[in-house]
């Protein structure tokens, strides 16, 4: 079984998706579960972990809408207020949603530096695991030391990075990501997505040599108990196709064991979100 487990859906409107700058314009337009059944076809991609892209809980509840019309999508990260005084009423109300298996932030766009370590974050964090809910780190690279001080907090949750920490692909550079990202995953809670690596290089000009040297550490680092496959499709359309993210991993992969591609594609994916 393959699991994508990193896409989205949006219906656009530029005042809700103001991340979407001009140069964006291929992906400013509606992106639903119908545009992208096809291509899962295609790609032999059995089914997919839908995340929150606006911080609303209107959109979860659309997310979960959307859960409950395609059978493809297996499991939903939403967003909810984890500074709210009435946080766990809505962790409680969410419990109700099979599919709805954690939630996010997006802590990269945060102006404050420390925001992972807020009192009132951390506190809203600590009550994830009562409902065994999951919570994906969306941060940059720049932002990987305070994640290390963040996820010691909570030896029992469980976490998984998006997107690799967004290294500078683009650059070359290694280091000093390659330094956090080796630390922040001796924490054995602590997953981390294959997903969204072609757009953090240049959109027109890449190749996947420029891509191991990434997958390297993060496959020293997590193992293959601990990586899995995410598209984070409509976003990597700005650099490439479905199938080209695919081959990325694919190619990159090619010696490993059919049980490590196994876990990779799917079983990993799986365990993580406690999909059905």
Not at 52 to 60: F, G
Not at 62 to 87: C, M, P, R, T
Request: negative net charge.
């Amino acid at each position: 079984m393959k699991i994508d487990a990193h896409q989205h859906f949006w219906k656009y409107e530029a005042s809700r998706q103001e991340w979407i700058t001009p140069q964006m314009k291929a992906i400013k337009h509606d992106f639903l579960p119908k545009d992208l059944l096809n291509i899962l076809k295609i790609n032999g991609v059995d089914g997919t972990v839908v995340v929150q892209v606006d911080q609303t809980e209107a959109e979860t509840n659309y997310l979960i809408e959307l859960a409950n019309e395609h059978s493809f999508i297996k499991g939903i990260v939403g967003w909810v207020d984890f500074q709210a005084e009435n946080l766990s009423e809505r962790l409680e109300y969410y419990s109700n949603f099979q599919k709805l298996k954690g939630f996010r932030h997006i802590v990269q766009t945060e102006l404050d530096p420390n925001f992972l370590l807020r009192p009132s974050f951390l506190n809203g964090i600590e009550k994830l695991e009562e409902y065994n809910f999951t919570y994906d780190i969306l941060i940059k690279e720049n932002q990987l030391i305070n994640t290390i001080h963040f996820v010691k907090q909570f030896p029992n949750q469980k976490f998984i990075v998006d997107h690799l920490a967004k290294p500078k692909i683009a650059t070359g550079l290694l280091k000093p990501w390659s330094q956090n990202i080796k630390e922040l995953a001796q924490y054995e809670n602590v997953y981390c997505k294959l997903s969204g690596m072609v757009t953090e290089n240049d959109w027109n000009l890449w190749n996947e040599a420029d891509f191991n040297p990434y997958l390297d550490v993060v496959f020293e680092a997590f193992g293959t108990n601990r990586l899995v496959f995410g598209s984070d499709w409509p976003v990597s359309m700005l650099a490439a196709s479905y199938g080209q993210v695919m081959e990325i991993i694919e190619n990159y992969m090619a010696p490993s064991s059919s049980s490590d591609k196994a876990k990779i594609w799917g079983e990993n994916a799986v365990d993580f979100y406690s999909l059905k």
